[in-house]
């Protein structure tokens, strides 16, 4: 009697347990970054599927939303997304190639704000300082951008460009010498708001601050199996403390990244991944912090959505991506294709030159291809160029053709293609008004060093 009734009831505990499970990150579109808001509270994780928003303190998601819902995603890097220091704002690419190209979004609210400037770093007080250089070398303007208001304050003028210090507390801006050298010439204290200008304008710091380098490196094990490990530095390079993280093996295209350095706490917070059992292809992905001086996990959490929903998508996602592939090959092994990627591979060089003439070229890869397979080819002569066009077979025979970096006029003709001789003889007679004929022979006959194209190799 007692087993009819307590069967049930675990049946509905298991049932609410599967349904209350892990969600987050599809496996098929595992995190691929990491951001923190100040008191570490809240965590933001991004892959190219979704972005999800978490209670860092409890471990769970506030919210998911789809690429499509953001703008989508593109070249997820650090260098692509970017947050302020409260996560309420975060600046991202659009992965198509029309305008807006960089996308402001509100994390609380979700709205989209066309983003005009290409800087995208979010200083330490969550404004964006960007610049504008359009005023010439050595002239830029810095404004700092109020994302909450949109409103722009001009800081500074008449340097080149700008780069971050003290964990963005300081904005340090240079001027370009003339022989490509940065001298710094201004220092903006984010925090004071205070300009400094001359190049030891910069606020005196510690005399021997601690300083330590933290990153990853990646080695083969015994097995030849790349394995990832977090090492450390001192300021002087001198090795103080190397380890494996918990999952160190790089799986598929996806390798583990540094998402934070802490300084204060000595710890570092790495995005990992681990292969699904029985599930190819899909992974399980994690945040983790270590204690870099150490070794010691202090954290972990996982980012992977294990419900049957999550699952389920996830193999769509895989089949559609498997289908999209074939039909890419099939699309990339038609014989047009073909030619088209092979004359793209000739491309990459500059120039050919005929070892049968002498005569260079440049490949037009956006022109053609051709019936027969022709090449349209741009020839490069002393008095002007001019379109002609090569079998690709040709091209690629090495006896025929040779790929060179560069051209020059020709010494011998000055770029006129040909030579002259001239020949000149005096009739010795004289007419009734008392002028003698000269008859002048001029022969020419084309450049033997450039074969007459008035151009040869640099």
Known sequence: MYRILIMPVCILIIG????????????????????FNTDRTRCLTVSSGEAVMWDYVQKKPIWTKKAEELGKFIDLSF???????????????NNTDKPPFIYLVNLNTFALTNWGWQDRQFAADGQIPVRDWTLGKNKSVLYMIDPVKLTKEKIAEDFESFWFEDDKNTIVMYKEDKKGGKVPVAYYDVKEKKLRTGKTAKAKTDEN????????????????????????????????????????????????????????????????????????????????????????LLESMELT???ETGLSMADAELKKRKEAAEE?????????????????MLSFEPYYISLKTGHIYKIQADKGPFENKLVSLEAITGLGNYQVFENIDNLENRSYYKAIKNYQTCPVCQGKSVTQTYKEREIDQTL??????????????????????????K
């Open 209 to 296: 601050p601690k300083f330590y380098r933290v990153s990853l490196t990646q080695r083969n094990d015994a097995s030849n199996r790349m394995m990832t490990s977090v090492k450390c530095e001192d300021e002087a390079f001198k090795p103080v403390k190397e380890f494996q993280i918990r999952n160190a093996g790089a799986v598929y295209l996806y390798t583990p990244s540094i998402s934070r350095v802490s300084l204060q706490d000595n710890t570092v917070t790495v995005v990992e991944y681990a292969n699904m059992p029985g599930k190819a292809k899909m992974l399980f992905s994690f945040v983790n912090t270590y204690n870099y001086l150490t070794g010691e």
């Open 328 to 344: 890419q090959n099939r699309i990339n092994n038609l014989p047009e294709n073909i030619l088209k990627q092979r004359i793209n």
């Open 79 to 93: 260098g692509s997304v970017t947050t302020d220091p409260s996560l309420t704002y975060m600046l991202k690419r």
């Open 16 to 35: 609410l347990t599967r349904a209350q499970s892990q969600s987050g990150h599809m496996p098929a579109t595992p995190a691929m970054c990491a951001f």
């Open 432 to 457: 009734s008004s008392g002028r003698k004929i000269v008859e002048t022979t001029v022969n020419t006959q084309a450049c033997t060093r450039c074969g007459g194209c008035g151009v040869v190799p």
């Open 305 to 307: 959505d294990t419900s």
